[in-house]
């Protein structure tokens, strides 16, 4: 039988079939590549679709290889144009850093006299005023800011220099926290020079702090109740500030001594001077304070001591400080440092004790009564 085809489609070793390509059938780009009697293995039943096929996948190979091709050589134009664009960039910043060195070690001719000549580089004067500026607002700072806290740091001053003026000053916290010096008939509370030995082991009739280490007899006062309550945290604080003004401040919702948990107090250690309150600087040597040292607390008329055991200082954010333990019987003092900023606090914590003997308080356990005072035979007239 004859066939459509001029050219009859041979089988090759394989048994596949192959088929004659004229070269008029196929396009200019397709004609660069493809051998005319290149071999496609088909079946046996493929149609002349299939052939379409295949012509348009090889057209398809040669032009993606075409655009392969010309990509690469865009690739290498990018690459160079960004190597001279770097090799611009440097050669222009050399000659910026080269022109700014010369302007900068340029001399400079200052007469500060009829006759007398200074020289100097530019950059020599340039770092000259910023000496000159720096100096002179680090001393302007420091005047306002030792203005603002004169009292405190004046305090501090003191504590420092007493010692040369007046010798050294007589150690009496075990005098006065030992019940044997308070009831002793020989005691002259004057000759030691300290107020707090008047204080009779049953308590003032208002609640006070008593640190003999830093000479300390000052109120302990209690803010009101009903914003913590409510919750409003504005007005707490408010209650807080007016109650610095009386004296250091039992702080809200914390324990009271002599129960479980943290009996938080704190103060100012230093604070506007235009400010009403009297306390503005109790706490002012607050940092003085070592573990081992002491101090006493009368609240509702009961004596209560203290033995201090940390001292740390803490962010302003650090509200742990303010967590009440349930076994234990502990108090903490707080206060701004360093003096004069609220950068950080001063925490000091002390551990509840027994008043004469010194031993810690468990919780519920109840100290060694005190003795008595000796009783009055007769009313005064």
Partial sequence: MDTP?????????????????????????????????????????????SVRIHEQLAELSVLTRRAVHEGIQQYSVSISSARSMLDDIEEESEGMFTRLWRFLTRPVVIRSGKKRVKQYSRMTLFFLDIFRFGGTFTVIFGILFLTLNFQSYWEIGQSYVRPF??????????????????????SDARSVGNLLSFLPPAGPPDNRMIIPKLGLNVPLVEPSYAALLKEDWSQVEKDIQSALQRGVVHYPGTARPGQAGNFFITGHSSYYPWDSGQFKTVFARLSELNVGDEYVVY??????????????????????????????????????TPVGTTLRRLIIVAQEVDPITAQPLKVGEKGQELPKSPQLEALPI
């Fill in 165 to 186: 003026l007046h010798g050294p000053t007589v150690d009496v916290t075990q005098q006065i926290l030992t019940s044997d010096f308070l009831n002793s008939p020989n």
């Fill in 5 to 49: 085809f001029p050219h009859r489609a041979t089988y090759d070793q394989d048994g596949n079939i192959v088929l004659p390509i004229e070269p008029h059938m196929l396009t200019s780009d397709v004609q660069e590549t493809v051998h005319p009697e290149q071999r496609i293995p088909v079946r046996e039943d493929q149609s002349s679709h």
């Fill in 299 to 336: 609240f509702n008329g009961d004596k209560h001591r203290y033995i201090i055991e940390t001292k740390k200082e803490v962010k302003p954010s650090d509200i742990s400080v303010l967590d009440q333990p349930s076994d234990r019987r502990i108090s903490t003092l707080m206060t701004c």
